[in-house]
């Protein structure tokens, strides 16, 4: 096994919403991959997750980035922008600049680094027309730095799996536990290591819902999320304000602490 260390870096996508563990704690795609490459290394195996909800990614370069790179581990997943592209002041331009320097320093030192092209989120959300063109000039600024600096690139806009609802969380934002498993399967796939192929099985699409009772759920999803979403950018919150990395130094894994 090449990797005896794996160091996770980014946001709520990273972080694990909404993947539970049975103590309400969040595990997530992660999780997921630090446990096969842990089970492929041996009890060497040392993981690390630094992501927290809500950060940007002037955040996550500045609080996350640092640390990961005094960690020297072998593997580095970098997932960030995705929280940006949601604001007002969204500059896309610098944020394109700023990723190559950040992936260009994680691959400085010879570790492996993952990046992600993000999955199609827009399409059950509002604002499409405006946000899918920031996704998709981020996703392409990805690609382009992934070849460039010979980065480990998981293509999840290109897998149309990601348009069926069942993967999304009820505030269709966050992943599912089964899409935190099929992203896993594929991050696993990219780096050649092989996974429970339950991972990758599609849940079945759910039955159409009559229009009202459709409108009913948009009422409902606009009431619980929705709003205290746009509470907190008018505040200048984060959901994330109060909370701190739920595996903040490199350590093992084990049965009976799976954080």
Same mark, same amino acid.
């Given at each position: ?59 996550? =370069? %500045?609080? *996350? $980035?640092?640390? !990961? #790179?005094?960690?020297?581990? /072998? ?107 099929? =992203? %896993?399967? *594929? $991050?696993?796939? !990219? #780096?050649?290591?092989?996974? /429970? ?63």
């Amino acid at each position: 096994m090449r990797w005896r260390s794996y160091v996770a870096v980014g946001d709520s996508f990273t972080e694990g919403l909404d993947d539970p563990y049975p103590d309400g704690s969040f595990r997530g795609w992660a999780d997921l991959v630090a446990t096969r490459l842990a089970a492929e290394a041996g009890p060497d195996f040392q993981y690390a997750n630094l992501a927290i909800r809500g950060r940007t990614f002037p955040n996550v =370069v %500045a609080e *996350q $980035v640092p640390m !990961a #790179l005094a960690m020297k581990p /072998d593997l580095i997943s970098f997932a960030a922008g995705g929280n940006d592209v949601l604001r007002r002041t969204f500059d896309p331009d610098a944020l394109v600049d700023r990723f190559d320097q950040v992936v260009s320093r994680l691959r400085a030192d010879g570790a492996d680094v993952v990046l992600f092209r993000f999955a199609d989120v827009m399409a059950r959300l509002p604002g499409q027309r405006f946000i899918a063109p920031r996704v998709a000039l981020l996703n392409r600024a990805v690609g382009e730095t992934a070849q460039r600096h010979g980065a480990i690139l998981v293509d999840l806009y290109a897998d149309d799996t990601y348009l069926n609802p069942m993967l999304w969380s009820t505030d269709r934002l966050h992943l599912s536990p089964a899409g935190h498993r099929r =992203v %896993a399967g *594929q $991050v696993l796939s !990219a #780096l050649g290591v092989g996974c /429970d192929e339950e991972w990758l099985l599609v849940p079945p699409y759910p039955q159409p819902t009559p229009w009202l009772s459709a409108r009913a759920a948009d009422l409902r999803w606009a009431g619980q999320h929705l709003a205290p979403w746009v509470k907190r950018r008018i505040t200048g919150r984060s959901s994330g304000d109060t909370l701190t990395a739920k595996r903040p130094v490199l350590g093992p894994l084990s049965p009976e602490s799976p954080r």
